[in-house]
């Protein structure tokens, strides 16, 4: 049993885990570096640790200060959140030979997805669909050519050991790719400290689906439904919702127990994404993200499921105790992520409730959003029963948004959520791109 649990992260995720705690009667000591001492996370936990200076390489991720506190303050348990430390195998081991619980994946299941390629074999093993390109790394320009000639440009370069939608280069012909290459190789060394990369076919415009997980370790495994992560700029985040509104039932049913069947191969223990893009009815496996996504509160309004009290449970050795039929997928969630464009001292901060709404955020009125860490103000999520309410409550819902102080994104995403092509259910990820146009451009410089 856990009865202490250190929380090696910060934002909006240490509030989330440390909710969970509460209502499981767990003691929650939560890490901080100098630039959070103020933060909501330190003021709600029952115990907070100063883990270093504003820097994360010298807070959130120095993760020998990070064990050695949750052994001086008798912790049991580690959770490491989303990002900073959540898929360093490493970090994982070493918390493991400590004597405490890493609240997540087995370090070797953490090592073994971290590498994307490997993640690509892994899944051709068990027969999943994966995107056209290569198995193995691309060492030379001549084996580059050559696989670009057979899947037929345009191509994407991504680091192996890539994430967080960094790494990644698009060629759309073959005079660039000598110097693409080249770049991809030195990015992804100094990026990520392994300058391995392998080559995808690039899909036009697909949408970007990802099957939420969970299993015990014991034999167990279950999935929540997909999230549909479409709507993006830069590869990164912008609204999630579930069920998609594009999926027939068939291909849901099917890249479902496409996921569920990798998870029981790998022996996976905890919660994990299959992260899939989806282009002409066809579906295509991506990656695994071997941990907690910031966007898992759409999977938990649909299923009913608490994903960290979950996470706890099957840390703890629990079996799930639930099996799929027990899982029922009811209504549609829709989130949005409210970002700061600036950083700076947040003036005047309102936030929506009411009914079928649920914001996940650290920031209170007089917070400082900080330049050092992930822009995000705030996820506000809707759970209603259909998309089209999910819509109405969103609209109802970011309209009693008010920031003052910092900029924000909260017109862009309106504009998103009113756009015909939002609304219709039918874009790909191209959409940011056609509906703030000027945006784009600016941030294209
Ligand atoms: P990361 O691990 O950095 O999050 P992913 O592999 O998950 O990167 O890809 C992030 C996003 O990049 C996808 O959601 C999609 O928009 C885009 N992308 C990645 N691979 C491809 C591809 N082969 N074709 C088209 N878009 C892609």
Not at 101 to 110: A, D, K, L, M, V
Not at 120 to 136: H, K, Q, V, Y
Not at 329 to 351: D, P, Q, W
Not at 363 to 386: F, M, W
Request: contains cysteine; charged residues 25%; neutral net charge.
């Amino acid at each position: 049993m856990i009865k202490s649990l250190l929380i090696a992260n910060r934002g909006e995720i240490a509030v989330r885990i440390i909710r969970s705690c509460r209502d499981l009667g767990i003691h929650s000591v939560v890490t901080y570096s100098t630039a959070d001492k103020e933060s909501l996370a330190v003021k709600m936990a029952d115990e907070a640790v100063c883990i270093g200076p504003a820097a994360s390489s010298q807070s959130y991720l120095n993760w020998r200060n990070i064990i050695a506190a949750a052994c001086l303050k008798r912790c049991d348990a580690i959770h490491p959140g989303v990002g900073f430390l959540s898929e360093n195998a490493d970090f994982a081991k070493e918390t493991e030979e400590a004597g405490l619980i890493f609240i997540g994946p087995r370090p070797e299941t953490i090592a073994l997805l971290g590498n994307k390629i490997i993640a690509r074999n892994t899944a051709l093993s068990c027969n999943l669909p994966i995107t056209p390109g290569s198995t193995e790394a691309v060492l030379s320009l001549k084996e580059a050519l050559a696989t670009a000639k057979t899947i037929g440009y345009p191509i994407i370069l991504k680091a192996a050991c890539g994430g967080g939608g960094r790494g990644m280069r698009i060629v759309t012909k073959e005079s660039q790719l000598e110097q693409a290459l080249q770049i991809a190789k030195k990015e992804a060394l100094a990026f990520f400290g392994d300058g391995t990369v392998h080559m995808e076919k690039y899909l036009q415009n697909p949408r970007h689906l990802e099957i939420q997980l969970l299993s015990d370790g014991q034999g167990t495994v279950v999935h929540l439904g997909e999230r549909d992560c479409t709507v993006q700029k830069n590869h990164q985040k912008l609204f999630e919702e579930s069920p998609t509104p594009v999926l027939d039932e068939k291909v849901r049913q099917q890249m479902c127990q496409d996921s569920v069947n990798l998870f029981i191969k790998l022996g996976y223990r905890g919660a994990g994404t299959v992260e899939y893009l989806y282009d002409n009815e066809h579906y295509y496996f991506m990656e695994v993200n071997a941990r907690l996504q910031v966007e898992h509160p759409v999977s938990e309004l649909v299923s009913g499921i608490d994903l960290i009290k979950a996470q706890i449970a099957i840390a703890e050795g629990k079996p799930l105790g639930y099996t799929q039929k027990d899982v029922l997928l009811r209504g549609h969630s829709l989130e949005c992520r409210l970002n700061g464009v600036t950083a700076g001292v947040i003036k005047k901060l309102v936030f929506p409730s009411g009914p079928s709404v649920r914001v996940d955020t650290y920031l209170r009125e007089g917070s400082t959003l900080s330049s050092y860490y992930d822009p995000l103000i705030a996820k506000i999520i809707v759970y209603t029963q259909n998309r089209d309410e999910s819509l109405a409550v969103m609209k109802r819902a970011l309209q009693e948004v008010c920031v003052e102080g910092i900029e924000t994104n909260l017109d862009q995403q309106k504009l998103i959520l009113e756009s015909t092509m939002f609304r219709s259910g039918r874009f790909g990820t191209d959409l940011y791109e056609r509906v703030c146009p000027e945006e784009e451009k600016k941030s294209n410089g």
